[in-house]
């Protein structure tokens, strides 16, 4: 059985490999940042600084791209409706990158030490793991257009937000005794992972109403 | 002399209004929520924080009008990359008025104490004098689309960010005696500040490169 595919179909589905492709370097992003993080890794540090400036171009890339579909296919409706939403997705996922890159920018900051002390890093391990694993699940949702999938993003959310008012907890414990600079740093830094995830919320939210024309509750 | 003008530039005029009036609500939040942190005054910081949902329904209706907009006139080039523009600064705009409504659940989250340290007090009251002129010097560039006052508003910034890292010296000085969970609070603040200036200057840098096609450097 032969499949009557538009033009502009294709252009679309161009458009969702192209937001999965930055999903994809933004979990790299973050999946090294993490890494670099925990193990003082000054190299890797480097790496994911000097690859945020690829995110934001191919993010770049994406809008032009979707804006001249705009221009030349003149959608309406819930066409129009897939694009505008493309848009908004490169730029959470843009924003993503630039959280790995605070991420790697503290780890930087902090070597030779290691910015995380030992009994946090079981935490930020943990918080590490989630960011990735929204991540991942978010291309998928983007994908797939699976929306179980999208909502189960907004799960690991909470997962994250736990995992954020842990090391909170942890920083105002009277036993802390590793100063306020480092109170300082983990406080930006557990800041920088729930944005991080709040935005992967905000990408499958948007597919989910792309899909069902509901908001996710 | 009669100016013809197009059904469309009136539209386009009619979404810079609304944008401005955004502004004008995201103003009048962040200022409200400043005093309410500052005079730890609670009846203020709920007034900001039940009007939080009329900024994000005002970004709404916008958003909504200018995709109403893209579909009915379906522009291309410029008119196409205004109106794209427009659903930006209308995003931008929201989070300010999220970061405004975090400042003012701060407040109330310290009341009946404040959250900021006598010593503090005038470096964030500027901080907060800093965010409205910026917000009112914004509102100004969406109206007049004054590429000079655009380039005003990343300076602006450049004082909050001196600002930020005034706050942040305080809380690492051998002195500071107001314990990790008040230096929690005051990482956040900063962040909150710094953050909403950010958006106050991608809003001016859009309108800059809407006129000249050029970045703002």
Redesign the interface.
């Known amino acids: 059985m032969a499949l009557i595919r538009s033009v502009f179909q294709d252009e679309l589905d161009n458009v969702s490999q192209s937001l999965v492709d930055l999903t994809e370097m933004v979990s790299t992003a973050m999946s090294k940042a993490t890494s670099a993080l925990l193990n003082s890794d000054l190299k890797l540090a480097e790496e994911v600084i000097a690859n945020d400036e690829k995110i934001d171009d191919y993010q770049h890339d994406i809008d032009s791209h979707v ?1 001249d579909i ?2 030349r296919q ?4 819930s066409d ?2 897939a694009l ?1 939403t493309a ?2 997705m490169g ?1 959470d996922l843009e924003r993503m990158g630039d959280l790995a890159h605070h991420v790697a920018k503290l780890a930087r900051l902090r070597h030779p030490e290691c910015a995380i002390p030992s009994e946090l890093i079981e935490t930020v391990t943990n918080m590490g793991r989630v960011a990735v694993e929204l991540t991942n699940k978010t291309g998928m949702v983007i994908s797939t257009r699976n929306t179980e999938m999208a909502l189960e993003v907004g799960l690991d959310d909470d997962e994250m937000d736990d995992l954020h008012r842990q090391v ?1 907890a942890k ?2 414990e009277p036993k ?1 005794d590793h100063g ?2 480092s ?2 740093d983990l ?2 830094l557990g ?1 920088y992972y729930e944005r991080y995830a709040d935005h992967a919320v905000s990408v499958s939210r948007r597919v989910y109403f792309l899909v069902t024309g509901k908001y996710a509750s």
Chains 1, 2 share one sequence.
């Open positions: 804006i705009i221009a003149q959608p309406v409706a129009l409706r505008v848009l908004r730029s909170i920083l105002i802390w306020i600079e109170a300082i406080t930006l800041r």
